[in-house]
């Protein structure tokens, strides 16, 4: 099961980094679509991984009540994955739906207002948390990281993109206030 999921992982992972930057060429004003569908497919795959992280966390509480539960309470890796996790899920409820909808063929803006905003940046530090904790055992486990430099390589991109979601948003945000 955890194999699945981490292939589950990896195809949510594409998808959302892909979706985050046709969305923020959007947001930017660059290009006209967002991948929606992209992202709705992506929901469907992070619905299941979401059912595999509550499975694993069980069975590691069942774990651990044999062997001493002192070592989860310890491990701050299993529980930032989990809080991040969790963060990426409340948070969502503030960006589906949250730009337009349609309205007889016409595609209707709502208001992006600063509470959208705020939780439009917690959202992406929410996904970075989580992608940045889970991202270097997933590239060991696959064989992908040999030497430091490449993992150096994907903490930049991984970086430049994080940026690259936040100043969209922000720019957004600022051309309403001109309006
Ligand atoms: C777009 C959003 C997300 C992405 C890109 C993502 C990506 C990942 C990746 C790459 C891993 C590591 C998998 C492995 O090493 O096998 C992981 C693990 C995990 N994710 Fe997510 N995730 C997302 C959303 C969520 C959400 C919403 C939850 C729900 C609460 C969640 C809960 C977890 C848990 C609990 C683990 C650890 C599983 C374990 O113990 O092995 N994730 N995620
Ligand atoms: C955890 C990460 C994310 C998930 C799960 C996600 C999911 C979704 C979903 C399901 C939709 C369709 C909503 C609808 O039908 O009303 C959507 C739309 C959108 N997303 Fe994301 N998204 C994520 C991150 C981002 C990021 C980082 C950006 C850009 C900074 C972004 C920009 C957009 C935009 C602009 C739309 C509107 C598309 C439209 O109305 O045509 N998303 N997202």
């Known amino acids: 099961m955890r194999r699945i999921n981490t292939i ?8 959302f980094l892909l979706h985050g930057i046709l969305g923020s060429l959007r947001l930017l004003g660059v290009i006209p679509i967002a991948g929606k569908l992209l992202a709705w497919i992506g929901m ?5 991984h979401v059912v595999f992280g509550v499975i694993l966390t069980i069975q590691t509480f069942r774990a651990s009540k ?15 994955r989990r809080a991040s996790g969790l963060a990426i ?20 803006l709502h208001e992006f207002t600063i509470l959208k905003l705020i939780a439009h940046l917690l959202l992406i530090a ?8 889970n991202v270097r055992p997933l590239l060991v486990a ?7 430099e490449r993992r150096v390589d994907i903490f930049l991109i991984l970086s430049v993109l994080l940026l ?13 206030q001109v309006v």
Not at 8 to 15: F, G, K, Q, R
Not at 95 to 107: C, D, L, P, S, T
Not at 142 to 148: A, F, P
Request: charged share 10%; glycine share 12%.
């Open 66 to 80: 044999n062997n001493g539960e002192k070592y989860l309470k310890q491990n701050s890796l299993f529980w930032t």
């Open 8 to 15: 589950l992982s990896v195809i949510i992972l594409v998808i």
């Open 44 to 48: 469907g795959a992070l619905g299941a």
């Open 126 to 133: 929410a996904l970075f948390v989580h992608i940045f904790v």
């Open 142 to 148: 696959k064989g992908v990281i040999k030497g430091k």
């Open 89 to 108: 899920l409340v948070l969502l409820f503030f960006h589906i739906g949250a730009f337009g909808y349609m309205n007889n063929g016409n595609y209707m």
């Open 164 to 176: 690259l979601f936040a100043g969209a948003v922000i720019f957004y945000y600022t051309s309403w």
